[in-house]
């Protein structure tokens, strides 16, 4: 059992990885309670495409930040600290452990090293910048601010306008805000898991399989996808599907090349993150024995001593 003192912990890794697996076996050697990290897994409904903890999970450990708004409601990376601080404190008071799970990288950065906020809304230019493509805006981003262009998800249209609306605002690329604002050292351990590539992507492929044959293209068909939940992986190429734009087998696939995507840029934003302990998982391995290894790996563990 780790030391009182340890009340935090950091569970992270691409998407497909195994933390779902793990984070039971892991909270319950520490007697921790799961805050989920994971931008989707908030939104009600969105089960089968996000690889949402069962509800016999839920019943073994005590979740937080999992179904808490419905698909067209705004949630941001300010909201997640937010709640998440809360629940934290929570679960300290309780005299627990916080166990941190999940793949977003912002969020998880947003939590350990504090929130760049930045400068309010600017409505009229949004109105234009909404209207245009990911593409349109990575141009017009590497035109005016180079630096975060080379940084940012050059697909995500949310990001892009926030990072023009910062720029416009006051003149400076949001990556270098954001690293002012953004250097306190992290207090808290964080794990951060991974594969081979061939085996990850092998995982992946196979889960997206398993979770058609399970009923998701019937979840989306249910889904009234709005806002933020639209641009989730999976469920917009379902969706595309369901307006007639892609044939499912196409549509399926697309899915497999953009959540190897996802899983790539995980990765690369994870690399960047201070004081991560990397633990690179065995093709054999259970998640009992991983739940063990990251335990070593913690302050107080045998790795530590």
Known sequence: MMPATMQTIFLVGPTGVGKTAVAPELAERLGAEFVSSDSMQVYRGMDIGTAKPTPAERARVPHHLVDICDVGDVFDAKRFVDLATAAIAGIHARGRTALVVGGTGMYVRALRQGLFEGPARDTKLRARWEAMSAAELFAELQCVDPATAGRIDAKNPRRLVRALEVFHATGKPIVELQKQCCETPAQHPAVALNRSRAELVARIERRID????????????????????????????????????????????????????????????????????????????????????????????????
Do not use: C
């Not at 497999?256 to 995507?261: D, E, G, I, N």
């Not at 790539?264 to 063990?292: G, Y």
């Open 210 to 305: 398993e979770q058609m044959a399970v009923g998701w293209l019937d979840e989306v068909r249910r889904l009234a996808l709005a806002g933020t939940a639209l641009q989730a992986t999976g469920y917009k190429e379902l969706a595309a599907h369901l307006r007639g734009e892609l044939a499912l087998p196409a549509a399926v696939e697309l899915i497999k090349v953009r959540t190897r995507q996802l899983a790539k840029r995980q990765i690369t934003w994870f690399r960047r993150e201070p004081e991560l302990s990397w633990l690179v998982l065995k093709p054999n391995e259970t998640p009992t024995m991983t739940a063990a290894r990251i335990e070593q790996l913690l302050p107080g563990g045998d790795a530590a001593r």
